[in-house]
């Protein structure tokens, strides 16, 4: 999966609870994004970052937030005012956001019960 | 608005017989066209992409694609399946912020 790790890759919390999804590349990357997958919807884009300290929503940013700190790492906090969150989520990055061959993570499956 | 539409839920192929997995596009301007492809529990892996020059674009695994400007389309294609090749295909299209289509399974049957 291309020198980036998303952990953990099962998560399970109670609904209202916040949760932090991990992702971190070793590949040198500016441009970082996370996609929700959900089966018979393909990919929608939550965030995207060309750069540290800069991040930009993505098609369905509401009930999420991230931080771009630092170069390697891109956190995806889901909050409680995500209306569904239980999904399939993929972190990504590539070299800059105008060479958009992107690089997956292996995802995290999150469950809120 | 940038989208793109992959109008089979799922294609079924005999082992050695050639595949296409469909793809059509709508943008504004010149079109970045991706393949990438999804095996189960696993992030995507990118397959080819088409930015500009011969319709012909050659990718990983033996996968090639076709752009045809006139009929907004790149298609999938290998001239001969495997039983490996079986997973799920996502189209995508965009400069920057990428569209991905909602995905292909292709089945290749033994």
């Known amino acids: 999966d291309g020198g980036i790790t998303q952990s953990p890759k099962y998560l399970f919390r109670k609904e209202g609870q916040n949760v932090t999804l991990s992702c971190e590349q070793n590949?040198?990357?500016?441009?970082m994004y996370w996609y929700r997958q959900d089966p018979g919807q393909g990919l929608r884009l939550i965030y995207y970052?060309?750069?540290?300290?800069?991040?930009q929503k993505g098609d369905i940013a509401e009930g999420y937030s991230v931080s771009r700190e630092k170069k390697e790492s891109f956190p995806l906090t889901v909050t409680s005012a995500q209306k569904n969150p239980t999904a399939f989520y993929l972190c990504?990055?590539?070299?800059?956001?105008?060479?958009?061959?992107?690089?997956f993570g292996p995802g995290t499956r999150l469950t809120v019960l | 608005a940038q989208s793109v539409a992959q109008p089979e839920d799922q294609v079924n192929v005999a082992e050695g017989n050639p595949l296409t997995v469909k793809c059509t596009y709508s943008?504004?301007?010149?079109?970045?066209l991706f393949w990438y492809v999804q095996y189960p529990n696993r992030g995507l892996q990118f397959l080819l992409k088409?930015?500009?020059?011969?319709?012909l674009v050659k990718g990983s695994y033996g996968f090639e694609a076709e752009f045809n400007k006139s009929q907004t389309s790149f298609h999938l294609k290998k001239p001969s399946a495997l039983v490996s090749d079986s997973a799920l295909y996502f189209c995508?299209?965009?400069?920057?912020?990428?569209?991905f289509g909602t995905g292909t399974k292709l089945q290749v049957i033994p």
């Open positions: 943008v504004s301007g010149n079109p970045y």
């Open positions: 590949l040198n990357h500016d441009a």
């Open positions: 995508a299209v965009g400069y920057q912020k990428v569209t």
């Open positions: 990504a990055s590539s070299i800059s956001l105008r060479d958009n061959e992107q690089f």
């Open positions: 088409y930015i500009t020059g011969d319709n």
């Open positions: 970052s060309q750069i540290v300290n800069d991040f």
